[in-house]
């Protein structure tokens, strides 16, 4: 009789054997295959468009840009900000790495005086609409008086050049902050017209997304205390890493 070891293999046995022996393979090959793939790394081309809140002070007050690119950085992300513009506020390096200081803000502006500007900025350099734009504007239009009607006009001239030249940016649009209780008491801006227009930049929002270009409001409005100025209405660095957060968990929602 013969021993276990003296049979014979068949065909269909050793067909048998070989397919375990590629399973058992496969197997030990994915062990641990999560953690081998390689992290994935976003990139993030940004537009800063908007008055002295986006622009910030050199000493007095703190625009939201640094904070954002933190917490962007934080995730391993590439970040570059675009814009004409150079913040003249010193930053600390951050993860060895200098803050881009570019951007599209200027003390004062109107949305229609920021549409002028968008558009010579366009007319030199079509390239600086990237994946992301941020628009915070709004607020001096409203202390001197300009409707929200008219407001929102020209933020949709803004998104008409914006989507023009990049068909499939992403818009995010602040719905602004009222500045503190004792400015908003003074009546320097009218209160109804205020509310009506941060009403519309959400309804704006759902208007003017495509199919490639998102427009998403960011909610700027309820988010910041009296504590969270430096003075009626620019942001101190509470203040400002509030607002970066609340656009940072925008783009991650998006992104």
Not at 99 to 123: M, W
Not at 130 to 154: E, F, K, P, Y
Not at 179 to 208: H, P, V, W
Request: glycine fraction near 6%; hydrophobic fraction near 35%; aromatic fraction near 10%.
């Amino acid at each position: 009789m013969n021993t276990w070891f003296q049979r014979k293999v068949t065909p269909l046995q050793s067909l048998n054997y070989f397919l375990l022996l590629i399973a058992i393979f496969t197997v030990v090959g994915c062990t641990n295959s999560d953690d081998e793939l390689p992290e994935r790394i976003q990139s993030f081309q940004i537009l800063s468009i908007g008055d002295s809140r986006v622009e910030g002070h050199e000493t007095d007050f703190v625009s939201y840009r640094y904070e954002l690119w933190k917490l962007l950085k934080n995730d391993n992300s590439v970040v570059d900000f675009f814009g004409s513009r150079i913040d003249q506020r010193v930053y600390p390096d951050f993860q060895e790495t200098q803050f881009d200081t570019q951007h599209e803000g200027k003390s004062g502006d109107r949305i229609d005086e920021a549409l002028v500007r968008l558009d010579t900025l366009l007319t030199n350099n079509p390239s600086v609409v990237g994946n992301i734009v941020l628009l915070g504007i709004g607020g001096n239009d409203l202390i001197q008086g300009i409707s929200a009607g008219t407001a929102i006009q020209n933020l949709n001239h803004m998104i008409d050049k914006l989507q023009a030249t990049n068909s499939t940016t992403t818009i995010f649009i602040e719905k602004i902050a009222p500045g503190t209780s004792s400015f908003q008491e003074s009546n320097a801006m009218n209160q109804s017209e205020y509310d009506a227009f941060n009403e519309a930049i959400s309804n704006l929002a759902i208007i003017r997304t495509t199919s490639q270009s998102r427009v998403i409001a960011v909610d700027m409005s309820t988010i910041l205390t009296d504590e969270d100025y430096a003075d009626e209405v620019h942001y101190n660095q509470s203040g400002a890493q509030k607002v970066a957060s609340q656009y940072y968990e925008a783009i991650q929602s998006s992104f």
